[in-house]
C-alpha cells in the first residue's frame, strides 16, 4: 500500500485545517436576517473572493444556484465551477436546511477547490449537472479537488449527474459522515490523490460507488457501500484501497473488482448480497484479510 506515502498523507491531514479568523456570512436573497454580509445565488463566491486565509464562511439555511461560475483549467480539462477556492485556505460550513442546489439555473460542478486548504461541513450539494454529456468542460460534479486538501464533515451529495467527489494530481482528501446517493460515479481518484473515508454511506449509484486509477490510495473505515451498479470498489493500474469495519453490499455486478496492478484488501468488514463479491484481471488482486464475513456458500479465502 506504499505505506510511506500514505503515512505522510495522513501526516499531513492531521495538521491541516483553516485556521480561526473571521466569519462571513451568506443568506439567500429573500433572507430579513440582519447580519448577512452576503446575499443570493452568487453570494458563496462572493464570499469566498473576500475571504483571507483562516476565515469561515458561514451559509444560512436555504437554497443556493448557479447563477454564475468560475472556471479553473486541469491538464486538459476544464472545470465549471458554481464555487471555485483556488490558493486559499478556509472554512465553509452550512447551517441546518443549506442547500447548494444545480438543478436549476447554470449547468455546473457545485465545488471546486484548486491548490487551496478547505474545510467543508454541513451542507446538502444537490442535483448538479452537465450541458454536454462527453466533452473536456467539467460540469455535473459535487465536490471536485484539484492539487488541494479537503476535510469534508457531514456533508450530502446527492442526484449528480457525473462524479460526487474526486480528487485529481497531489490530492488529499479526509471525509467523514458523508452521504453520496442517486448519483453518478461515487468517488474518483486518480493521479496520486489520497482518500481517507470514515463513517460514511456511498448508495445507489448508477456507477462505481469509489473507482481509483494511476496511484491514488483510498483508507475505509467503518463505511457503507450499498446498491451501486458499476461495481462497489474498483482500482485499476497501480491504485490501492484499504477497507475495514466496512459493508460492501448488493453492489452489481462485483463488490470489489481490482484490474492491472491494483490492489484491494479487506478485513473485519461485511461481503453481502453482490451480484459477485470479488473479481480481478490483468494482475490486479483482491485480498480478503480476517474478520470478513460472506453469504454462506460464497468462497472463503484469506490472503
Keep these: 500500500m506504499r505505506a510511506h506515502r500514505v503515512l505522510a498523507a495522513l501526516a499531513i491531514l492531521a495538521i491541516c485545517g483553516a485556521a480561526s479568523g473571521r466569519t462571513l456570512t451568506v443568506c439567500p436573497a429573500e433572507s430579513r436576517q440582519q447580519d448577512c454580509e452576503f ?74 477547490v484548486h491548490r487551496a486548504n478547505v474545510r467543508i461541513a454541513d451542507l446538502e450539494i444537490t442535483g448538479f449537472r452537465y450541458a454536454v454529456q462527453e466533452d473536456d468542460t467539467y460540469e455535473g460534479h459535487g465536490i471536485f479537488v484539484i492539487d488541494g486538501t479537503a476535510r469534508i464533515d457531514g456533508v450530502t451529495i446527492r442526484k449528480f449527474q457525473k462524479m460526487g467527489l474526486t480528487g485529481r494530481g497531489r490530492s488529499l482528501i479526509d471525509a467523514s459522515r458523508l452521504q453520496i446517493l442517486d448519483g453518478h460515479v461515487g468517488i474518483w481518484l486518480r493521479e496520486s490523490s489520497y482518500l481517507r473515508l470514515r463513517d460514511s454511506t456511498i448508495r445507489g449509484n448508477d456507477s462505481s460507488a469509489i473507482a481509483a486509477y494511476v496511484n491514488a490510495a483510498a483508507h475505509l473505515f467503518d463505511c457503507v457501500i450499498e446498491g451501486n451498479l ?72 484469506t490472503e
Design 39 to 112: 446575499r443570493g445565488d452568487r453570494a458563496i463566491q462572493a464570499a469566498v473572493d473576500a475571504a483571507a486565509n483562516g476565515d469561515e464562511i458561514r451559509i444560512r439555511a436555504g437554497r443556493y444556484a448557479p447563477e454564475a461560475h468560475r472556471d479553473v483549467r486541469f491538464e486538459e480539462i476544464t472545470v465549471r465551477a458554481y464555487v471555485l477556492v483556488d490558493g486559499k485556505d478556509l472554512a465553509i460550513v452550512g447551517e441546518p436546511g443549506a442547500v447548494l442546489d444545480g438543478t436549476t439555473k447554470l449547468p455546473t460542478t457545485a465545488i471546486a
Design 230 to 301: 458499476d461495481d462497489g470498489l474498483y482500482t485499476d493500474h497501480q491504485a490501492t484501497m484499504y477497507v475495514t469495519g466496512s459493508r460492501i453490499l448488493r453492489n452489481k455486478p462485483i463488490g470489489l473488482n481490482a484490474v492491472g496492478q491494483s490492489r484491494i484488501r479487506v478485513e473485519h468488514s461485511a461481503l453481502r448480497e453482490n451480484a459477485q463479491d470479488t473479481g480481478s484481471k490483468d494482475g490486479g488482486r483482491v485480498l480478503i484479510g480476517p474478520g470478513v464475513e460472506r453469504a454462506a456458500g460464497a468462497p472463503a479465502r
